[in-house]
């Protein structure tokens, strides 16, 4: 998912000062600065598949990759990160799952990529969450006051850290939870072909063993043959 975007921004803005008043509005300013800065995706990645990313940065702009492999395979991914001259600015092979914080050195347009051309067979669902620049202050002109934060703006500011700390928490059990239904679901697989496996192969015994105890107790006459001619 997209934070930070401008249109959303100006609709809101304008709903805002339509029909709420200045404590409503400061509220939604405070909330919407939770999800400003950055970029969200999971997506999947097919088996011998690269996929490619690019984002325009300014010079001097701080910006931290995340990204975790959710299902297929072991769980690794190839990942890169080239600055707009083509220089590589990190290269990792078969991650589970890592983080990249870097600063821009030049201006321009950076590339993130995701490959999973070593695997031949099982596709790849991946997470990243793509931070830019550093999170704005919740509250107007707070980074250039001098003067101490009144108990409002002190629990507005906890209140803040306290949800970040939620946001991560959830977006880390969402992503435990997705790992973990997709591995009880390829264990159920396995289990269930196990499971016919283990009854094709009783089914084949059972009637081999019918067949053998029948021949047992079969009675062989040699000379009928000679009697009947």
């Given amino acids: 998912r997209e934070r930070g975007g401008a249109g959303m921004r100006s609709g809101m803005g304008a709903g805002m000062r339509s029909g709420m008043g200045a404590g409503v509005r400061a509220l939604a300013v405070f909330l919407w600065a939770l999800r400003a800065g950055g970029t969200e995706l999971t997506f999947e990645l097919p088996d011998s598949a690269r996929q490619c990313f690019h984002q325009q940065l300014e010079r001097g702009t701080k910006f931290t990759l995340d990204y975790q492999v959710i299902t297929g395979g072991h769980y690794?991914?190839?990942?890169?990160?080239?600055?707009?001259?083509?220089?590589?600015?990190?290269?990792?092979?078969?991650?589970?799952?890592?983080?990249?914080?870097?600063?821009?050195?030049?201006?321009?347009?950076?590339?993130?990529?995701?490959?999973?051309?070593?695997?031949t067979f099982s596709h790849k669902t991946i997470y990243f969450d793509f931070q830019v620049g550093d999170e704005p202050p919740i509250l107007p002109a707070m980074s250039n006051r001098v003067t101490a934060?009144?108990?409002?703006?002190?629990?507005?500011?906890?209140?803040?850290?306290?949800?970040?700390?939620?946001?991560?928490?959830?977006?880390?059990?969402?992503?435990?939870?997705?790992?973990?239904?997709?591995?009880?679901?390829?264990?159920?697989s396995r289990v269930s072909y196990w499971s016919l496996?283990?009854?094709?192969?009783?089914?084949?015994?059972?009637?081999?063993?019918?067949?053998?105890?029948k021949s047992f107790f079969t009675e062989k006459r040699p000379g009928s043959g000679r009697a009947g001619t």
Avoid at 92 to 113: I, M, N, R
Avoid at 199 to 206: H, Y
């Fill in 76 to 119: 690794d991914v190839d990942c890169s990160v080239e600055d707009p001259n083509g220089r590589t600015l990190y290269k990792e092979a078969k991650k589970q799952y890592d983080s990249f914080p870097h600063h821009a050195e030049v201006e321009g347009v950076y590339t993130f990529c995701f490959s999973n051309e070593f695997s």
């Fill in 149 to 188: 934060l009144t108990q409002m703006e002190s629990a507005c500011v906890t209140i803040h850290e306290a949800l970040n700390s939620v946001i991560d928490s959830q977006t880390h059990y969402r992503l435990r939870e997705a790992q973990d239904r997709s591995r009880a679901e390829e264990l159920n």
């Fill in 197 to 213: 496996g283990e009854t094709f192969i009783l089914f084949v015994v059972s009637i081999g063993q019918v067949v053998l105890l």
